[in-house]
């Protein structure tokens, strides 16, 4: 290795200063001024110049914000479904697609397209297909069943219990392609040995599976869980799109919105004008998302010490 | 084609593309007149009429341009107030109603009376000018006032066998009871046609209300009333057309078809609609009537709705801006209006210049004259916030009204009255 | 596979095996028919359809003329289907009873893959094609819908008005000759631009900053490098949503809000790019690099010439993945659009902005949406070979 000289340093600088020019103004210097604003209130008529300095009184009101912290709860269900789903979906589409196949590249080109078409678009586009008495969905299930049926009189959309779940398989769909194609790359690059192995000493495909091909394809699932976490925390148009929170559930005597994940509530807020209220909420957010962060590198660390003793 | 071919094709294309689409600058307009901005919520028939006008003041006024921007009514309140707190406003914008009062209480639009609105404010109808009168002054000119009516389907009427063939007579139903007779007879399942379709916001929800004469906030402003029994009588009677009788479509609910929309494709039998789409509605082959609001213990009600046009405090050209809403809402102006878009004129000069035959616009007038008032709060969006979500907790069985409506009035006296 | 198996079995109970095997290829085969059919039906009479739609004259009876023309072509479209349904099945059934005894399961396990993934791409792309449907109903029609065959989605009487009402949304501006300019402006071409100007820039630039700051972190000395890295990796995992809130008073404090410069300009710094990028260089050999210096090459000549051609694929990844983020970043691009100024409104704020104006007019959205869709679908397929050779590379390093 070179020797560390200046004119080195300033070089290795130099290449990396318009990254971390954008990086310091445009990352690191709103986590502070997100922290400076939240102590300030909504304006008193609508110019950024005129905030109220109103102290704690926005994380006060965080405290006993029930929407807030129901929202929370919505967020985490929200990956709860759609990390795992995601994840199955995009791995029974490789394992089915890993075989030699007369137009694999068909089926791979298909399951992806959802993927690099907007999300706006996508959500309206499922909204109608759930809709009840006219979507597609209701259109099918009563000709199968009757009219009676659940998605002919609510709608995935119209039920509380559901609509979460519909809004995820409508993602799920979208998403699965991508996943599937990081899947298929990493289970081209396990060695046919290692199965033919496997064949001589009578593993079952099942054992195949579990011992052979999902360690391999751990690094790969990480990485979905880690996007995944940070898609719910982030999660805003498919909600905006589909059910703009709705629809409403009573939970212990209070009405709350049965979709308003973290990031709807926070939109909400900053398009009713709370700009100060908005910055509170963005940094209780990051406070948690950093406790997420921790938590799993802890969780993870310890995973690989248990490889590494193995 | 080589991949370095490619690579060159796609440079070129992307340069072409920055010289044709970078510049974002709209601030001159091409003859070098100054440029007044107007956001408006009209829809495409009004629109086309609303050109025209700027049209002929323009030919009056030939050093300024006037640009009218459509912003869509669902969420103007919060385009504006982004736009307004960026300094990108508008010089003029029309406004809901219940939005002049955050306007001018925000200190951003203009108190009218300094640019002589009171020479000429008497033109106006009364009821529709308080909208803008806020804390002893005028901020905004009243420039549409509407109310809800029945909307019906004529052919649905008649192939339910109640209407007759050659009838063109309002048939709507009286009262809430005979409302929800005929439209078991509307409602057919298995052709996905039904009676009615609601949506759930409270402006859209006063109608009921107003009909069993439930008030949402007392007479003086300082409580909240919403948990009256004749609000329960009211809502409970509303979930009942969904639930227990299922003659709506259950269109409130999130993901459903919307009642205009399923009205236009004939599904929904009868629906509340505003004059505002009248024009539109005529341009499609649909068949339709306009009837009054069935009644509750009160009569028939309705709720009363329009917008207001107000000149924003940041606009260079204060003077300009209120002779173009002034001409806009003239009463010569508001002739040609109401007569292409069958509305109702807001300017009293106009009453006497319009032959009102149509029978749709009739039935508006008369429904009017029963309309209910609204409620009058400091911030509307958060009263509709609140009240919204406990409403639907009835509709879909959650709550029964009397908890709902309890649950709303303290949120509504905490949050809103006692703050 | 396991033949052996296969043997034994067929010696215990041959017929029964066999007639087991015929059975669940006969339902396979029913179930294949009835998928090609459908499938193929639809497919043929969109294109009648669109084919009808297009060469009608527009006129008051434009929709009930194209809906004749229809009519006259329903043996061409479902005759196409029954051809194409009875060649696949002779085809499917031949090569079954070519297959040797021993190797039919396999066929039937092969055949039930198929048709498996035929129903899966089924269901994932089905929503599209509903929209196009849709695109091409008239309005007032969009929910009538065939009660006896709910797969029957392609409408009988089409127009394309929606298409023509999209593309030219204001026909009463044209009177207007001093604003001229702008109106004609608002509509979905526009929109279209602009977001292709934005992803492609805010994507090369990103690729660009990401892949010099990766190759510092990869092969360079810098004093701190590891606490740098640690920093970096640590804001990696904080959602973009909550940066929301300052990142929008900072573009309105810096002037840019409604300018092209605001949509992208805060999302220039991609952490997740230099990650990725810096895991790939980290496999390129330092003699590599050492060589070309010993040649005499410049740190930029280094650069360019020795490691940007090698991690080109994975650049190629990261420029691919940003430019889809930013084609569809629509909470970002929502907060700093001047409304007012359609040179500034992206795709999907444009449709958010249109599906607020037309909310009871389905078939017009539809149609407003193809505008974002479609495009991008084609230019996707087109360039899909690439594409998931890039993801696939990237992937592997992950």
Redesign the interface.
């Known amino acids: 290795?070179?020797i560390?000289s200046s004119k080195?340093?300033a070089?290795?600088?130099g290449?990396?200063s318009?990254?971390?020019l954008?990086?310091g103004?445009?990352?690191?210097?709103?986590?502070f001024?997100?922290f400076y604003?939240s102590f300030f209130g909504s304006?008193?008529?609508?110019?950024?110049a005129n905030l109220d300095f109103v102290g704690l009184a926005n994380y006060f009101r965080i405290a006993t914000d029930m929407q807030f912290w129901w929202s929370l709860g919505v967020t985490a269900l929200y990956g709860l479904m759609s990390i795992p789903l995601g994840i199955s979906a995009s791995l029974a589409?490789a394992l089915?697609?890993d075989?030699k196949?007369f137009g694999k590249s068909f089926?791979?080109?298909?399951?992806?397209?959802?993927?690099?078409?907007?999300?706006?678009?996508?959500g309206?586009?499922?909204?109608?297909?759930?809709?009840?008495?006219?979507g597609?969905l209701a259109?099918?299930t009563?000709?199968l069943f009757s009219?009676d049926n659940f998605f002919n009189?609510?709608?995935?959309?119209?039920?509380?219990m559901t609509?979460l779940l519909a809004v995820v398989i409508a993602m799920v769909?979208k998403g699965?392609?991508?996943g599937m194609?990081?899947f298929?790359?990493?289970l081209q690059?396990i060695p046919e040995a290692v199965y033919e192995a496997a064949d001589i000493d009578g593993a079952t495909e099942w054992q195949k599976f579990k011992h052979i091909t999902v360690p391999l394809l751990r690094?790969?699932i990480t990485?979905m869980v880690?996007t995944g976490?940070?898609g719910s925390?982030?999660a805003?148009?498919e909600i905006?799109a589909?059910?703009?929170g709705?629809?409403?559930?009573?939970i212990g005597?209070e009405?709350?919105?049965s979709t308003s994940v973290?990031?709807y509530y926070?939109?909400k807020q900053?398009?009713?004008?709370n700009?100060g209220y908005?910055?509170a909420i963005?940094?209780m957010?990051?406070i948690i998302?950093?406790g997420?962060?921790w938590l799993?590198q802890r969780f993870l660390n310890r995973e690989d010490g248990k490889e590494v003793r193995k | 084609m080589s991949e370095k071919k490619i690579m060159i094709f796609a440079v070129i294309a992307y340069i072409a593309l920055v010289f044709v689409c970078w510049d974002d600058s709209i601030a001159t307009s091409p003859d070098g007149r100054t440029i007044l901005t107007f956001w408006h919520t009209y829809n495409d028939q009004e629109e086309q009429v609303l050109r025209g006008i700027i049209k002929q003041w323009e030919d009056k006024n030939q050093s300024f341009t006037i640009r009218p921007v459509r912003i869509p009514f669902d969420g103007h309140k919060a385009k504006l107030r982004t736009a307004l707190t960026v300094g990108q406003g508008p010089d003029m914008a029309r406004v809901d109603w219940s939005f002049v009062c955050e306007l001018a209480r925000k200190n951003s639009v203009l108190d009218l009376d300094t640019l002589g609105f009171a020479k000429i404010r008497d033109q106006y109808l009364a009821a529709p000018l308080e909208t803008a009168y806020i804390d002893g002054k005028y901020y905004g000119i009243p420039d549409q006032s509407t109310c809800v009516a029945m909307f019906y389907n004529r052919q649905m009427f008649r192939d339910a066998g109640l209407l007759a063939e050659d009838s063109s007579a309002p048939m709507v139903p009286q009262t809430w009871e005979e409302f929800i007779e005929v439209g078991k007879k509307l409602t057919d399942k298995s052709k996905d046609q039904y009676a009615f379709a609601m949506t759930n916001t409270l402006w859209w929800n006063l109608p009921f209300f107003n009909s069993y004469g439930a008030r949402i906030i007392s007479e003086d402003g300082k409580t909240c009333v919403i948990d009256s029994e004749a609000a329960v009588q009211t809502l409970e009677m509303m979930a009942s057309l969904t639930n227990e009788h299922q003659i709506e479509a259950g269109a409130w609910r999130p993901g459903a078809i919307s009642p205009e929309q399923g009205f236009v494709n004939g599904k929904y039998a009868m629906i509340f609609m505003g004059p505002w789409n009248l024009a539109k509605f005529a341009n499609t082959k649909l068949d339709f009537g306009v009837g009054l609001i069935p009644g509750g213990s009160k009569g028939t009600s309705t709720n009363v709705g329009g917008t207001d046009v107000v000149i924003f405090k940041g606009t260079k050209y204060a003077t300009e801006c209120y002779d173009f809403l002034t001409f806009f809402t003239s009463a010569e102006n508001q002739k040609d209006w109401c007569t292409a878009l069958n509305q109702l004129p807001i300017n009293l000069g106009a009453y006497d210049l319009v032959s009102f035959e149509d029978p749709h616009l009739m039935m508006f007038m008369e429904q009017m004259k029963h309309a209910g008032p609204n409620p009058v709060v400091k911030d509307y969006s958060l009263l509709e916030d609140l009240v919204n979500p406990e409403v639907e907790a009835v509709l879909s069985g959650q709550k029964t009204a009397k908890e709902a409506l309890s649950a709303a009035q303290k949120k509504v006296q905490e949050r809103l009255i006692d703050f | 596979m396991s033949s052996d198996n296969a043997n034994i079995l067929e010696h215990h109970d041959r017929h029964t095996v066999k007639a087991q095997r015929v059975a669940l290829f006969i339902i396979l085969v029913g179930i294949m028919i009835s998928l090609s059919y459908v499938i193929s039906n639809q497919l043929f009479k969109f294109a009648v359809m669109a084919f009808s739609a297009y060469v009608t004259p527009e006129s008051e009876k434009a929709v009930a003329e194209a809906g004749q023309l229809m009519q006259s072509m329903t043996v061409v479209y479902n005759g196409l289907a029954v051809v194409l349904t009875i060649v696949l099945t002779i085809f499917v059934v031949r090569k079954f009873l070519a297959t040797e005894h021993v190797n039919r399961m396999a066929f039937i396990r092969r055949m039930t893959l198929y048709l498996a993934l035929t129903i899966g791409v089924v269901v994932v792309l089905f929503p599209f094609f509903w929209m196009l449907c849709t695109a091409f109903k008239p309005s007032g029609q969009e929910l009538v819908i065939s009660k006896t065959n709910p797969f029957d989605i392609v409408p009988s009487e089409p127009t394309l008005d929606n298409f023509r009402r999209v593309l030219k949304v204001d026909a009463a501006s044209k009177s207007m000759a001093s604003v001229d300019a702008i109106e004609q402006k608002k509509n979905f071409g526009t929109y279209f631009l602009n977001s292709l100007l934005v992803a492609t820039t805010a994507a090369f630039l990103v690729t660009f900053f990401a892949a010099m700051g990766a190759y510092v972190f990869s092969k360079k000395q810098l004093p701190y490098k590891q606490q740098i890295f640690m920093l970096l990796l640590a804001t990696m995992m904080i959602p973009g949503m909550m940066f929301m809130v300052p990142q929008f008073f900072m573009v309105c404090k810096m002037g840019l809000f409604g300018t092209k410069w605001a949509m992208f300009l805060p999302h220039l710094a991609s952490v997740f790019g230099i990650f990725m990028l810096k895991q790939f260089m980290d496999t390129i050999p330092d003699s590599l690099l050492e060589a070309a210096q010993i040649d005499g090459a410049s740190e930029w000549q280094v650069f360019t010439v020795v490691i940007v051609p090698l991690a080109l694929p994975i650049i190629m990844t990261l420029f691919l993945l940003t430019f889809l983020f930013h084609w569809s970043n629509f909470l970002w691009q929502l907060i700093v659009t001047n409304f007012e100024n359609p040179l500034s409104i992206t795709l999907p704020v444009g449709l958010a902005l249109f599906r607020g104006q037309y909310t009871s007019e389905l078939g017009l959205i539809m149609s407003a949406s193809c505008f974002s869709i479609v495009p991008i679908a084609v230019l996707f397929l087109f360039a899909q070979r690439y594409f998931i050779a890039g993801m696939t590379q990237g992937a592997v390093k992950e």
């Open positions: 290795m070179a560390t080195d340093t070089i290795s600088f290449f990396l318009p990254f971390l954008f990086f103004v445009f990352l690191i210097f709103p986590i001024y997100s604003l304006p008193t008529d609508y110019s950024l589409l089915l697609l075989n196949l089926f791979r080109s298909a399951f992806f397209l959802p993927n690099v078409l907007d999300m706006l678009v996508v309206v586009i499922w909204t109608l297909i759930y809709a009840p008495k006219f597609a259109q099918i009563t000709w009219d009189t609510t709608g995935l959309l119209g039920s509380p609509a769909l699965a392609g991508f194609v990081l298929l790359a990493a690059n690094p790969i990485f880690i976490v940070i925390l982030n805003f148009t905006y589909m059910t703009s709705g629809p409403q559930v009573v005597g009405t709350v919105g973290a990031g926070l939109f900053f398009d009713a004008g700009y908005a910055a963005s940094y957010l990051l998302t950093l997420i962060t799993q």
